[in-house]
């Protein structure tokens, strides 16, 4: 008698003879949290250690098809900055992907700053009070928060 495959994720026998690692209740799951991640790559340029996690549950192929797609989306958009690089370089340095296997140009390494960092927890570089990203300067102490912004004054 063949062994019983479990499913990976929930444990639960599978009776179909596919050998996926997962059964099918917990591929559906899988592959939502997956575009969950994508939309929040896309949006919030974050990716969280939680969410690599996820991610490690996936093919290879899964993960150099989404960073191929982000980096599309994100140079289509003209959004290829630093913050997007970073969060390329945190995908390409968790799944020691490589950009000649798939095929893109050599992605900026781009170190992830003090002042990102703050600026990412909505903090002002300048005094590390609480403020908004899209904040032109920090109301508390005048910090330039958007770079592209010139005073007037
Ligand atoms: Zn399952
Ligand atoms: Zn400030």
Same mark, same amino acid.
């Given at each position: 008698m063949a062994e019983l495959e479990k499913c990976v994720e929930c444990g639960k026998v599978m009776? #179909? #003879?596919?050998?996926?690692?997962?059964c099918k209740a917990c591929d559906d799951k899988l592959d939502k949290q997956f575009d969950t991640i994508e939309d929040n790559v896309l949006i919030f340029k974050e990716l969280l250690d939680s969410e690599i996690e996820i991610l490690k549950k996936f093919e290879t192929e899964d993960i150099e098809e989404f960073f191929k797609r982000v980096y599309k989306k994100f140079k289509d958009d003209g959004n290829l900055n630093n913050e997007s690089l970073i969060v390329l370089n945190k995908l390409k340095s968790s799944f020691n992907l490589t950009e000649s296997k798939m095929g893109l140009p050599q992605i900026t390494v781009i170190k992830e700053t003090k002042e990102d960092k703050l600026l990412k927890n909505n903090q002002c570089p300048g005094c590390e009070k609480g403020v908004q990203k #899209?904040? +032109?300067? &920090?109301? /508390? &102490?005048? /910090?330039?928060? +958007?770079?592209d912004f010139n005073s007037k004054y």
């Open positions: 009776k #179909d #003879d596919t050998h996926a690692p997962y #899209d904040f +032109n300067l &920090c109301p /508390y &102490c005048g /910090y330039r928060i +958007n770079k």
